[in-house]
């Protein structure tokens, strides 16, 4: 099984996309995840040939696969605010765009947040966001959009797996559609996952709302809060609330083996150079 694992982590496109490719391969990672744009802007743009070029041979070169983009932060496809709804639309769009050129496998997106909305209108919006990209794919692409589970604090949407389950429902069969789940997130918004047994339990929750062929990745992080306290702040692998029985759990889990999972713990390249080596560890 070992030669198949899929593990890896956040890595910065500093310098260039595939510099976070060859990054990846240095600590380790058999996949990796990336921004492909600024996300702290709105401004978004296509990726330049020379770079999609150099992004597809660092891939061949380093044999990682399963890249997922992490979606702008900024994104609200929920948005009451039309204004800002219309430039999620458009900066999701480009994101899935440049996913496509890139040969990326995973668009993880916060799926939005209400405001001052009612959340089954927010739902709504969410999902009519969604139906209109089915345009951007077709067959031919292995690209998925992953909902990534939330911690739940404000009026975001996406801490109750019965949430995510309403979005899938109302769009699958048109877009390929999947979850992400964060298990910092999940924990904080009241799903224990720090032993085998509250695991197995989470993910027949999980199974029952949702549908585990739906469960695609995961994020690996530790929580700095408490269990149910819906924020949302990592903490490195086993020093947060969740603990190395937690993530021992997860990697013993034969139904979470063969899902790509990517940490974003705070820290960088050395630290999850160690991390990825201690989870490969508690594989049996
Ligand atoms: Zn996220
Ligand atoms: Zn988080």
Same mark, same amino acid.
């Given at each position: ?33 990336i ?14 040939e ?13 044999g990682?696969?399963?890249i ?46 209400? #405001?001052? !909305?009612?959340?089954? $209108?927010?739902?709504? *919006? %969410?999902?009519?966001?969604? @139906? ?5 794919? /077709? ?5 998925h ?20 389950a ?27 996952i720090?032993?085998e047994?509250? #695991?197995? !339990?989470?993910?027949? $929750?999980?199974?029952? *709302? %949702?549908?585990?062929?739906? @469960? ?5 992080? /530790?929580?700095?809060?408490?269990f ?10 086993g ?13 013993k ?8 999972k ?23």
């Amino acid at each position: 099984m070992k030669d198949i694992l899929l593990l890896g982590a956040h890595i910065s496109i500093a310098g260039g996309l595939h510099k976070a490719l060859l990054a990846g391969k240095e600590i380790e990672a058999t996949t990796i995840q990336i921004f492909t744009a600024n996300h702290r802007t709105w401004a978004s743009k296509q990726v330049p040939e020379d770079e999609i070029i150099l992004f597809h041979q660092a891939l061949a070169d380093t044999g990682l696969s399963h890249i997922m983009s992490h979606s702008s932060y900024l994104i609200n496809l929920g948005s009451p605010r039309l204004d800002v709804r219309q430039k999620s639309l458009t900066a999701f769009r480009q994101e899935i765009l440049r996913s496509l050129a890139l040969g990326i496998t995973y668009i993880n997106f916060h799926p939005g947040a209400a #405001l001052d !909305s009612p959340v089954e $209108e927010c739902l709504n *919006v %969410i999902c009519e966001a969604l @139906l209109s990209m089915a345009d951007c794919f /077709d067959k031919r692409h292995q690209l998925h959009l992953l909902i990534e589970t939330m911690a739940g604090g404000g009026s975001v949407i996406g801490a109750r797996f019965e949430e995510i389950a309403y979005i899938i429902d109302a769009v699958k069969g048109v877009l390929p559609i999947g979850v992400c789940m964060d298990t910092c997130h999940t924990f904080t918004a009241g799903y224990d996952i720090r032993t085998e047994e509250t #695991l197995a !339990s989470t993910l027949n $929750e999980f199974d029952r *709302v %949702i549908g585990l062929n739906y @469960l695609k990745a995961m994020h690996l992080n /530790d929580s700095a809060n408490e269990f149910a306290s819906r924020k949302d702040r990592h903490a490195p692998i086993g020093e947060g609330m969740i603990g190395k029985g937690g993530f021992s759990a997860i990697m013993k889990e034969p139904r979470l083996a063969s899902l790509p999972k990517y940490l974003e713990t705070p820290g960088g390249l050395d630290v999850w150079k160690t991390e990825i080596a201690w989870l490969k560890r508690q594989i049996p």
